[in-house]
């Protein structure tokens, strides 16, 4: 069975999708995984309880909080003045808090692992912070690095809930591959359901491939 237009423009959201949610996810969930793993505050577990929310909170009842805070009447719509339900924009951030603690939590137990004495090393070398981070510390967290990337990519290309309750199933707009599944089945398309499914189904089995191959080609050193 063949993939319609429908389906690959489905195929390409969702990629986009996952790439602009790890993006954000690096940005932000690098130097909050930094701090989680060196902190002493009193806050560390409360900080850590909140990343990790998204693993047990049931995705629409985490879309639905999503969708009333980007909604014209929500703090974020009254805040910026735009409704971002039901746009691309809004299914990123949506999307980037769903996928929070498969991004955060790898970094947190690499930086963990690698411990100050790296970046100290380099202070005393007189390396800039971001210079001793970027050239020390971020290669030795490599394999922490490749983790992040491939569970909060792989785990954003099979949301279903919460992008249903932010996005809708808009084609060519927020219309990703698991609503397309939804759909399908919906009007009793089989045969499409299928194909898409054993293509997420592949891809799941690649990517817990790659992450288990990563961990073993990659270890964590510290020197």
């Known amino acids: 069975m063949t993939i319609g237009d429908a389906d690959l423009t489905a195929l390409w959201v969702t990629l986009r999708l996952a790439f602009m949610t790890v993006v954000v996810l690096l940005i932000v969930g ?9 902190t002493r505050s009193r806050f560390k577990v ?3 309880a909140i990343v990790a929310v998204p ?4 995705p629409t009842v985490l879309g639905f909080y999503i969708l009333v805070a980007l909604g014209p009447y929500g703090p974020i719509g009254r805040l910026t003045g735009l409704t971002l339900a039901f746009t691309f924009t809004g299914l990123v951030i949506a999307s980037a808090l769903y996928s929070t603690p498969f991004v955060i939590q790898p970094l947190h137990t690499a930086f963990e692992a690698i ?9 005393a070398l007189r390396a800039s912070p971001l210079d001793a981070f970027v050239t020390v ?7 922490g690095y490749i983790s992040a990337i491939v ?9 279903f809930g919460v992008v249903l309750m932010v996005g809708g199933s808009i084609p060519g707009k927020t219309r990703v591959l698991s609503t397309t599944i939804f759909d399908h089945v ?6 499409q359901a299928h194909t898409l499914s054993a293509f997420m189904l592949a891809f799941s089995f690649l990517v817990l491939l790659g992450v288990y191959i990563a961990n073993r080609r990659f270890p964590i050193h510290v020197s």
């Open 30 to 38: 690098t130097p909050l995984a930094w701090w989680l793993a060196h």
């Open 46 to 48: 409360i900080v850590e």
């Open 55 to 58: 693993i047990v909170l049931p």
């Open 115 to 123: 411990g100050k004495g790296p970046l100290e090393a380099a202070w």
């Open 137 to 143: 510390i971020s290669p030795i967290a490599l394999r």
């Open 151 to 159: 569970l909060g990519f792989a785990h954003t290309m099979g949301e």
């Open 186 to 191: 919906e009007v009793m398309e089989y045969a």
